[in-house]
């Protein structure tokens, strides 16, 4: 019942907390001397939590998106106001989450001048992944391989939840 209004409200509050942390992380990147290891960390630390939160929040709006769909297309809850707040609470979901990581790449970009590709590019994997040296190639390959090892467990586990809440809530 809550799903057309969550996923705007969330979304918006999300947009708003995303820009606040990228500012402060903005004065950073161009107060850096570009030598200083720690303040590099630091940074790369700030732009990582800012895309895992942006990335938990775009799957809870996948979330809210799903659970609400047959909740504001019956007739006994439909209405036009619903509607509109829960498409365009996942509109803002997908444009936000596309122009936050889009500045989180080229803020990395900024620190890292040999890197290249656009967010907005079909081939942003390969062209980033070119740009990388072997060291952090292997990190991608790494982290790839944990992220399929979670995964193949995780989504099993979410495919019994899900089946048993069908059972359960309908």
Do not use: R
């Amino acid at each position: 019942i809550i799903t057309p209004y969550a996923c705007l409200v969330m979304n918006t509050i999300t947009i708003i907390i995303c820009a606040i942390l990228m500012a402060g992380t903005k004065k950073a990147i161009k107060a850096w001397d570009g030598e200083n290891e720690e303040e590099y960390e630091k940074i790369d630390k700030k732009l990582s939590v800012v895309s895992i939160f942006i990335n938990i929040v775009f799957i809870l709006s996948y979330f809210f998106f799903g659970a609400g769909f047959e909740f504001v297309l019956k007739d006994e809850y439909f209405s036009l106001i619903k509607c509109v707040f829960y498409f365009a609470g996942f509109i803002v979901a997908l444009a936000g989450d596309m122009i936050i990581q889009s500045k989180v790449v080229n803020m990395y970009k900024e620190m890292n001048p040999e890197k290249q590709g656009s967010v907005y590019a079909m081939d942003f994997s390969k062209q980033w992944e070119k740009s990388c040296d072997e060291a952090e190639k292997m990190l991608i390959y790494k982290a790839a391989f944990k992220s399929y090892s979670f995964c193949s467990t995780f989504y099993i586990f979410l495919w019994l939840l899900c089946l048993l809440g069908n059972q359960v809530w309908h």
